[in-house]
C-alpha cells in the first residue's frame, strides 16, 4: 500500500552509511589558487541537485514460496498472494529516498512458476511502459521512476543448487532487472554447508548463462580498507540471509535474530549472516550503480525492442491498408454482371410498355371508328 510505514529496520536500519554529502568528489587534477576557475564546485552543485530531488530506487523480492521473502521485508503475513508494493520515505542528514518493496507471491517447482514468471515479467514491463510514457509526454521534469532497480532472488537451502524453476525464472528476468541472488534461511544450515551451497549456486547461474547483477570494479586508487570490504562483498554472492520478525534477549542486550535451543542466530552479526553485507550494498554503496543499470541497460534494451515493436505493429497496419484498398476487380465484374441484367431488364419493361401503348392506341382508334 503505498506510504504505509514498514519498520525500515529489517531492510534499512539506518542511512548511516550513506556517505557524508561530497564524500564521492575526488580531485583528480589540484589547479593552482591564481589558476582557480571555479568548475572544481560542480560535484556539489550536481550533489546538491541531486539530494533535493531525492531518490527512487525500487526493490522487488522473488522466489520459491515460504522461503522468508515477505519476513526479510518485514511483512507480517502468512502468504502473499498478489505482487503487492509497500513504499516509505527516509530521509538522513537531508537526503531523501523513496523506497519502493515489491513482494510477490513464492511459486512452487511443480505447480505455478511459469504464470509467476509471467505476472513478474509483466509488472517489470509495466513499470519500463510507464517511464517510456511519461519520458515522452509533457510533464517529463517530475517523471516518479517505478522502474525495478533490483531483484532479490532467493534461492531455497533445502535443495542441492538451483531448482528449475529457479532457472526458468531467473533466465527471464535477468535481461530485464539487476538480480541479486540470495541463500534463504542460512540458519538451518551449517558454515561448511552454506560454501558449498554457495559455490555450486554460482557454477550453476554460470552454467545456465543466467546474468545477474556484476558489481563494478571499484578505483584503483580507492583506499585498501574499501578494496578489502569490495572483494569480501563480491565473494560473498549469493548473500545468505536470514529473516526474522523477532527480537531476543542475549546477555542483557536485545537481539534481532531467532533463538534456538543451542543459541541464536543474530540477523545483524556479520559472522552469522550476509544481512548486513546485502543491506550495506543495497543502500550505502551500489544504489546508485544498480540505478545506472537499470536505466543504461535494462530500460534502454526495453525501450529499443518497444520501439521497434511498435513500428512493426504500424507497419502491418499500412501494409493491412495496402491490401484493403487495392481495387477488388472480383467484386467489380460481379458489380458489371449485376448493371448489365438491370439494363437489359429495364429494356424489357420499356419494349412491354411500348407494346401495350400501341395496342392501347389500337384499341382506341378502332373504338373513335366505330363510334363514328
Ligand atoms: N529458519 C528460518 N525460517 C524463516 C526465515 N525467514 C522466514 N522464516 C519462516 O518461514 C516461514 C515463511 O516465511 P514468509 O516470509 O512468509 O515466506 P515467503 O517467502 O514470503 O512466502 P510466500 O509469500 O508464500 O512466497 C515463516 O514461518 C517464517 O517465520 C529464516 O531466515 N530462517
Ligand atoms: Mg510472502
Not at 153 to 180: A, E, R, T
Not at 343 to 364: H, N, W
Request: hydrophobic share 35%; net charge negative.
Amino acid at each position: 500500500m503505498p506510504g504505509e510505514h514498514v519498520n525500515s529496520d529489517t531492510i534499512l536500519p539506518s542511512m548511516k552509511e550513506l556517505p557524508e554529502p561530497g564524500v564521492c568528489t575526488r580531485a583528480v587534477v589540484r589547479k593552482e589558487e591564481d589558476e582557480f576557475i571555479g568548475f572544481a564546485t560542480l560535484p556539489d552543485q550536481v550533489h546538491r541537485k541531486a539530494v533535493r530531488r531525492g531518490f527512487d530506487f525500487t526493490l522487488m523480492v522473488v522466489g520459491e514460496t515460504g522461503l522468508g521473502k515477505s519476513t526479510l521485508i518485514n511483512k507480517l503475513v502468512n502468504r502473499t498472494v498478489s505482487i503487492e508494493k509497500k513504499q516509505l520515505e527516509i530521509e538522513e542528514k537531508g537526503v531523501r529516498v523513496k523506497l519502493t518493496i515489491v513482494d510477490t507471491p513464492g511459486f512452487n517447482d511443480a505447480v505455478n512458476a511459469e504464470d509467476s514468471w509471467k505476472a513478474l515479467v509483466d509488472y517489470v514491463d509495466q513499470q519500463f511502459q510507464q517511464y517510456y510514457r511519461d519520458e515522452s509526454g509533457l510533464n517529463r521534469r517530475n517523471i516518479v521512476d517505478n522502474r525495478v532497480h533490483c531483484c532479490l532472488y532467493f534461492i531455497s537451502p533445502y535443495g542441492h543448487g538451483l531448482k528449475p524453476s529457479d532457472i526458468q525464472v531467473m533466465k527471464k528476468l535477468h535481461h530485464k532487472v539487476n538480480i541479486v541472488p540470495l541463500l534463504a534461511k542460512s540458519d538451518i544450515l551449517t558454515k561448511p554447508e552454506v560454501k558449498k551451497m554457495k559455490q555450486r549456486i554460482i557454477e550453476e547461474i554460470d552454467n545456465n548463462d543466467i546474468h545477474i547483477y556484476e558489481f563494478p570494479d571499484c578505483d584503483s586508487d580507492e583506499d585498501d580498507d574499501f578494496k578489502q570490504q569490495d572483494r569480501e562483498l563480491k565473494a560473498a554472492v549469493p548473500f545468505a540471509v536470514v529473516g526474522c520478525n523477532t527480537v531476543v534477549e542475549a546477555g542483557g542486550k536485545k537481539i534481532r535474530g531467532r533463538a534456538y535451543p543451542w543459541g541464536i542466530v543474530e540477523v545483524d552479526n556479520p559472522s552469522h549472516c550476509d544481512f548486513v553485507r546485502l543491506r550495506q550494498m543495497l543502500i550505502s554503496t551500489h544504489m546508485q550503480d544498480l540505478k545506472d543499470v537499470t536505466s543504461d541497460v535494462h530500460y534502454e534494451n526495453f525501450r529499443a525492442s518497444y520501439i521497434q515493436e511498435s513500428m512493426a505493429g504500424q507497419q502491418k497496419e499500412r501494409s493491412k491498408l495496402k491490401r484493403d484498398s487495392k481495387p477488388n476487380y472480383d467484386a467489380i465484374a460481379d458489380t458489371d454482371k449485376l448493371l448489365e441484367q438491370k439494363d437489359a431488364e429495364i429494356q424489357r419493361m420499356q419494349e412491354m410498355l411500348a407494346k401495350m401503348q400501341a395496342q392501347l392506341g389500337k384499341q382506341q382508334g378502332q373504338q373513335v371508328n366505330g363510334k363514328v
